[in-house]
């Protein structure tokens, strides 16, 4: 018994020289942790050397066990150390790396600003999630049912003429209008809804000052119970104020879409003129149908804008084109 006693004493203390000498060798933190695993670890080499206290009289064993805790105590103390001796080392030289001169002259980079289409429809966005509107978008590229058939424009219809579009080889279209958005959303969605989709749209129009191939729109589209040409009216002209920031004269013009039933142009005085701004009316029943609604329960309303036509009201630019082109001279003034 003695002599495993003797033994282990001496495992104990040669481990405890040998670790101190690795410990103060270490020059990293990686290291630090790869030596408490081999000194200290559950598999460690002091987990080895006590594996074997069970073979000790009971008189040695308190020994041994004082002895281990001792040395055990000692390697990691002076495994702290080390980390913390490391730890300092690399914040120094983090800061040293990454240090300012303040006294240089800083670099100015312009500020950018918000294209006049984006901030029109911002402004636009902000007034419809104001009265409880849930913004919603959709593909750009789309199926013939979904930007004209749902939407009560079926094949050789009239009103197809007035939407002339790219179609693509696979007989998708580019989508003429946003409409589309709102027959994706009912059907996904059960009444009451009330969503505002923006987004790009395409139309095989020729380009002249007030026209353009792409051009942006805003759709706005609510369906509930009991809903009215009284409910739309109001919507358009609060929208209008908020966007305008006046009282301006409004007028509700009789007009056709296939897509609404009664529909209706909406003007503005503006400048001493009448300025068409708007579509809208009231969503035609087959419209409801095509998404599974009861036109005998619900009705709907819509509207839809032009951005452009927006932009170009609320800053007095002459051309559309000018939206386009990325003349810095011209989007440095708004």
């Not at 001496?10 to 040998?18: A, F, M, N």
């Not at 400048?271 to 095509?290: F, R, S, Y």
Request: charged letters at 25%; a negative charge.
């Amino acid at each position: 018994m003695a002599t495993i006693s003797h033994t282990l004493e001496s495992e104990l203390q040669t481990l405890q020289q040998e670790a101190q000498v690795a410990i103060a060798a270490i020059t990293t933190l990686e290291e630090v942790e790869q030596l408490r695993i081999n000194y200290l670890g559950k598999k460690g080499q002091l987990s080895r050397i006590l594996g074997a206290m069970g073979k000790l009289s009971p008189e040695d064993r308190p020994r041994i066990g004082s002895l281990a805790n001792e040395v055990k105590e000692a390697l990691q103390t002076h495994l702290d150390q080390q980390r913390e001796t490391l730890q300092k080392a690399q914040l120094q030289a983090q800061l040293q790396a990454e240090s300012l001169d303040v006294t240089m002259p800083g670099v100015n980079r312009p500020l950018g600003r918000l294209h006049p289409l984006n901030s029109t429809v911002d402004r636009v966005l902000d007034i419809f999630v104001g009265l409880g509107y849930t913004v919603a978008t959709g593909p750009h590229v789309e199926t013939d049912y979904y930007n004209f058939e749902a939407l009560n424009i079926p094949t050789d219809h009239p009103a197809r003429d007035m939407q002339d579009t790219f179609f693509l080889a696979d007989g998708r279209l580019m989508r003429t209008h946003t409409s589309p958005v709102q027959i994706r959303y009912m059907e996904n969605h059960e009444p009451p809804i009330r969503i505002v989709a923006p987004g790009r749209v395409y139309r095989r129009d020729t380009v002249d000052a007030t026209h353009s191939a792409v051009f942006h729109q805003v759709e706005i589209l609510a369906v509930d119970k009991g809903l009215t040409f009284t409910d739309l009216k109001g919507t358009i002209k609060e929208f209008l104020r908020q966007m305008f920031g006046a009282d301006l004269p409004i007028k509700f013009r009789a007009s056709y879409f296939p897509f609404t039933e009664p529909s209706a142009e909406v003007d503005v005085q503006w400048k001493g003129k009448w300025l068409e701004v708007m579509g809208c009316g009231m969503v035609d029943p087959n419209v409801l149908k095509a998404v599974g609604y009861d036109p005998e329960i619900y009705t709907g309303f819509a509207a839809g804008l032009g951005v452009e036509r927006f932009a170009m009201v609320l800053h007095q630019i002459d051309d559309i084109r000018r939206l386009y082109n990325s003349d810095l001279r011209f989007l440095r003034q708004f």
